[in-house]
């Protein structure tokens, strides 16, 4: 049965397919510099963690350990990409829903949803529409975990970008929602979560 959503991207794939090509790419710059020096790392993922916990992102790659933290800010209540369900089964005091139910958009206190790609240079997660059980899952709680495969992080924000493919869309997630657009006071989880969280298995 079609929803909204498939509506809408039905009528971008119906508009988009009669033109003769697409637009590219825009051409990417690897030695541009984006973001500051950093500590020497072993691995993209320790660069990956540190540079979400810089950007007030948090990073778990222990499902009991992630748990913990859900039952210590009281969010036990949430929704979980049914693909990802199994590894969130059976933990203690942590109950989900695997169909997103508009009518609990206010009550759902975390969503579990696939994340696409960890960029290990901004720590910055990337969220690809096609791979998405429910685009509200990622946005609407005011915790979002993002499980990426150890495998799926990169160094550099152009190996991402090598990974669009002809996904209709793509958000680059780094840290929480923020916004500073009110006498330049910063506040968190305006516009989408705020807690930003990346599961690495």
């Known amino acids: 049965m079609s929803n909204d959503r498939d509506s809408i991207f039905s009528e971008i794939k119906k508009a988009l397919d009669p033109l003769p090509e697409r637009t590219p790419y825009p ?3 690897d030695s541009m510099t984006v973001c500051h020096a950093h500590p020497e790392f072993n ?5 990956f963690a540190h540079k979400l916990a810089e950007a007030s992102g948090r990073y778990f790659d222990s499902v009991q350990i992630l748990a913990q933290f859900l039952r210590e800010e009281g969010n036990t209540f949430g929704y979980c990409d049914p693909e990802l369900a199994s590894l969130f089964e059976g933990l203690d005091g942590i109950s989900f829903e695997t169909e997103y139910d508009l009518a609990k958009v206010d009550t759902y206190q975390f969503g579990i949803t696939t994340g696409s790609t960890g ?3 901004s720590g910055t997660i ?3 529409d096609g791979e998405t059980s ?8 005011w915790v979002h975990v993002a499980v990426i495969r150890q495998e799926d992080i990169v160094p550099t924000i152009g190996d991402a970008i090598s990974r669009f493919g ?8 780094t840290g929480p929602s923020k916004t500073a657009d009110v006498e330049g006071i910063l ?3 305006v516009h989408g979560p705020g807690v930003q969280v990346a599961l690495v298995v």
């Not at 691995?43 to 660069?47: D, G, I, Q, T, W």
């Open 119 to 121: 960029i290990a240079e």
């Open 187 to 189: 506040i968190q989880g």
């Open 43 to 47: 691995s993209a993922k320790e660069l």
């Open 126 to 128: 990337m969220l690809k």
């Open 134 to 141: 429910a685009r509200l899952g990622a946005l609407a709680p």
């Open 166 to 173: 002809d996904d209709p869309s793509v958000i680059f997630c």
């Open 27 to 29: 051409q990417w710059d």
